[in-house]
């Protein structure tokens, strides 16, 4: 046992003590704080990127599809597209998600 830490408390002739609140989180500081909201902003972003750009007439028209032309008809799929407008819809609901978080941040 170390000299700061207390002995523990006996427990009382009338039970047990009564369970102790948590010690106090550590202050964020302003760079914790900043870096939490522009990764939302990012989230937010990458999200509304990957659910509209899929169903544009440009995503046919991309470099990536030519390196491959085998892969073209798998890529411009209905369901290639659904599954990256997906991806996108999972960044939003992060975005929320630490959104949500900034706040119980002190």
């Keep these: ?5 207390p002995p523990p408390a006996a427990p009382t002739p009338e039970g047990p003590l009564p369970p102790q609140p948590p010690p106090p989180s550590p202050r964020a500081t302003w760079a914790e704080k900043l870096a939490a909201v522009l990764f939302c902003i990012f989230c937010y972003e990458v999200g509304l990127f990957l659910i509209v750009y899929p169903w544009l007439d440009s995503w046919g028209r991309n470099y990536w599809f030519w390196l491959q032309p085998e892969w ?13 407008t997906g991806l996108g819809v999972l960044n939003i609901l992060v975005g929320f998600r630490e959104t949500f978080r900034l706040r119980h941040l002190r």
Excluded: E, H, Q
Excluded at 72 to 84: E, P, Q, T, Y
């Design 1 to 5: 046992m170390s000299v700061d830490t």
């Design 72 to 84: 073209r008809a798998f890529l411009v799929s209905d369901s290639f597209r659904g599954a990256v």
